[in-house]
């Protein structure tokens, strides 16, 4: 199975602050990732598919970038509705397999 | 607009069985592979099962092989997941997702709100 490490685990920060989130495959999934944030309670919802396109009625403000093992998801300015816990999807190779998650929290 | 309503879930005691259904509305359901995914409370999500448009082709993680069966029923727009021999780890929220790869080559887009199982004796 691929394994996809996802780090941080955790981070906190502030209004205003830009937020990164790497997502490493154990082996190359090409653009196959996807990224999603999920609130509690909520279903996950995505944001970036196919590694760096932004999904219809996401905000500009986030990004995402790489291919082969290596992605990273970014925020450019934290906003309080972004408070949340992301998660990349790799659909490369089944099983697909999810990151552990990357929770965001208010400093 | 596209919808996915689970339903299904409950409490159970381990070993026994339950169907797990998902109701879409709003695309043409025959025309997408359909996935469940879970995610057991307060942990991350897990892809365990995956369906193709016309229910020709299923796929499953070892996790759950040979004791999750996906089906679908086209006439019915509607989505089910039969769950065996049911464990105590097995308790999570599940979730139906649209498969849209051929659409856009990306990950699954509508997610329904999910159905919890809870399993415990």
């Known amino acids: 199975d691929i394994q996809m490490t996802q780090s941080p685990s955790s981070l906190s920060a502030s209004v205003g602050d830009r937020v990164t989130i790497t997502c490493r495959a154990s082996?190359?999934?090409?653009?196959?990732l996807g990224w999603y944030q999920q609130k509690p309670g909520k279903a996950p919802k995505r944001l970036i598919y196919?590694?760096?396109n932004l999904q219809s009625g996401v905000p500009s403000r986030f990004s995402g970038s790489g291919s082969g093992t290596e992605f990273t998801l970014a925020i450019s300015s934290l906003q309080p509705e972004d408070f949340a816990t992301y998660y990349c999807?790799?659909?490369?190779?089944?099983?697909?397999?999810f990151g552990q998650g990357t929770k965001v929290e208010i400093k | 607009q596209v919808q996915l309503v689970e339903s299904g879930g409950g409490v159970v005691q381990p070993g026994t069985s339950l169907r797990l259904s998902c109701a879409a509305s709003?695309?043409?359901?025959?025309?997408?592979?359909i996935h469940w995914v879970r995610q057991a409370p307060g942990k991350g999500l897990e892809w365990v099962a995956l369906i193709s448009h016309d229910g020709s082709n299923e796929y499953y993680p070892d996790s759950v092989k040979g004791r999750f069966t996906i089906s679908r029923d086209n006439s019915k727009n509607t989505l089910y997941l039969q769950v065996n021999s049911l464990r105590v780890e097995d308790t999570a929220v599940y979730f139906c997702?649209?498969?849209?790869?051929?659409?856009?080559?990306?990950?699954?887009?509508?997610w329904g709100q999910g159905t919890l199982v809870t399993v415990s004796s």
């Open positions: 709003g695309f043409t359901f025959s025309r997408y592979a």
């Open positions: 082996q190359d999934i090409r653009n196959d």
């Open positions: 999807l790799q659909h490369n190779t089944y099983p697909w397999t």
């Open positions: 997702a649209r498969d849209v790869r051929g659409i856009d080559s990306g990950s699954p887009d509508y």
């Open positions: 196919a590694a760096f």
